[in-house]
């Protein structure tokens, strides 16, 4: 499958810094996108950015997607105790042999943002 | 509001007494899906359904059940439970195939001893 891996699998930074999540995936995708889960709660959709992107902004986040890398990344910019979460990519996945359309997802990078 | 809910949130059981968790959504949609989430391994496809009356299997089916008898529910069906199926579960529902936006319950945490 072409699951998505994110990088670092944690992260700890200070309240107001910018926090940089990576995304690598192994076949070629439709879409990407980026969802938000706190502890033990539904993931929330935050964005989602085309084959045909190249970046993507959304408040105060920021994708990027290199289709030639096969990688993306988040941004978030000016961060807040708030943002406090776990951050996961999602890739499209189509099997040819049962038609199955899905999404696959990466394990996810724990963001801890330090009041 | 429009939302997906499911129902228990928690669960402890024991091994092999049955159980279902409910899954409801009130978008319209026609797709929906179950995964469960464990440690180091991110979220994985249990089942799917394109649309009533149609569901399939995703990555991880062995040992569950569902159905699709009417558009908003989607239950998940164990039917004799194993420890090794303690997890969190969520379902998901979309308004086009399975690879747009997804939109998640809140959860439910079964605890199989």
């Known amino acids: 499958s072409q699951q998505g891996e994110e990088d670092p699998q944690a992260l700890s930074i200070q309240e107001g810094e910018n926090a940089t999540m990576n995304c690598s995936y192994k076949?070629?995708?439709?879409?990407l996108q980026w969802y938000r889960q706190n502890s033990g709660r539904g993931l929330v959709h935050l964005i989602l950015?085309?084959?045909?992107?190249r970046e993507k902004h959304s408040g105060r986040l920021r994708v990027t997607l290199d289709t030639s890398k096969k990688s993306s990344s988040l941004l978030i910019t000016a961060s807040r105790a708030a943002d406090t979460a776990s951050y996961f990519c999602a890739t499209d996945f189509y099997s040819m042999d049962t038609g199955r359309r899905a999404l696959t997802f990466g394990s996810g990078t724990r963001l801890q943002v330090q009041p | 509001e429009a939302q997906v809910t499911q129902n228990p949130r928690y669960l402890i059981t024991v091994t092999g007494k049955k159980l279902t968790v409910t899954c409801s959504q009130n978008m319209n949609h026609e797709y929906m899906s179950w995964y469960r989430q464990d440690p180091g391994l991110g979220l994985r496809q249990i089942y799917y359904s394109m649309n009533v009356e149609v569901t399939d299997k995703g990555d991880v089916p062995e040992g569950y059940k569902v159905s699709r008898k009417e558009k908003r529910n989607f239950p998940l069906i164990l039917e004799s439970p194993s420890p090794n199926q303690t997890s969190l579960y969520f379902c998901?529902?979309?308004?086009?195939?399975?690879?747009?936006?997804?939109?998640f319950g809140p959860g439910t945490r079964l605890t199989v001893l």
């Open positions: 076949t070629s995708i439709n879409n």
């Open positions: 998901a529902s979309s308004s086009g195939s399975g690879t747009d936006t997804q939109y």
């Open positions: 950015i085309r084959s045909n992107e």
